[in-house]
């Protein structure tokens, strides 16, 4: 989320977790690999209940000339175009599904903790958790988060639902690096 290596998931992904790596597909000068190994160094935020996960990645200076701004809004229209990005299906390339945003929707226990979700029928699936839900002008309104389906099975697709960005923008403004925590502190 930005040049430092902050970055931001959900709290399923992280959870129970004692380490953590990301990979990328950009070469490692260093090492002659042709992917960069970063290790999760800690966190700042974990919040259960609204599933958001913001830690901090090692040695970030090793692909930070590939980072690009990402604009945080928390102004979303429903019936307006969305797109996914992610790993759906654990899918090995990134991929984009674009949609509509359907509606806010809170479950069972989102009606006792007031949270909710962007529903949109840009596609989610298990792999999906943790990308971004974007608008049209490439802002961010949401974490890629569950996806709903009609039946136990799995096959048919209803909607995908997203925490959107109005339960994590406060946390992100002001990282600070002295409030980091070892995964092992945190959960």
């Given amino acids: 989320i930005n040049k430092e290596g902050w970055f ?3 709290n399923h992904v992280m959870d129970g977790g004692y380490s953590a790596v990301a990979y990328f597909d950009i070469e490692d000068q260093e090492s002659n690999q042709s ?17 958001i996960f913001i830690g901090k990645l090692s040695n970030y200076y090793k692909i930070e000339e590939h980072y690009n701004n990402i604009v945080f809004t928390e102004k979303y229209e429903i019936g307006t175009i ?16 674009q949609g509509t945003l359907l509606e806010e929707y809170k479950d069972i226990y989102g009606k006792i903790n007031n949270n909710y979700y962007l529903l949109s029928d840009s596609y989610i699936a298990p ?22 389906y009609a039946d136990n099975e799995k096959s048919i697709y209803l909607a995908g639902g997203s925490v959107p960005t109005h339960f994590f923008v406060e946390n992100i403004k002001n990282l600070n690096e002295e409030n980091l925590k070892l995964l092992t502190e945190l959960y």
């Fill in 82 to 97: 969305t797109y996914t990005i992610g790993y759906p299906n654990s899918s090995l390339y990134m991929q984009i599904n």
């Fill in 8 to 10: 931001i998931t959900n």
């Fill in 127 to 148: 792999g999906s958790s943790g990308g971004i839900l974007i608008n049209d002008d490439f802002e961010v309104i949401g974490i890629t988060t569950i996806g709903l």
């Fill in 35 to 51: 992917y960069v190994q970063l290790s999760v160094i800690g966190g700042v935020y974990n919040n259960k209940e609204n599933d």
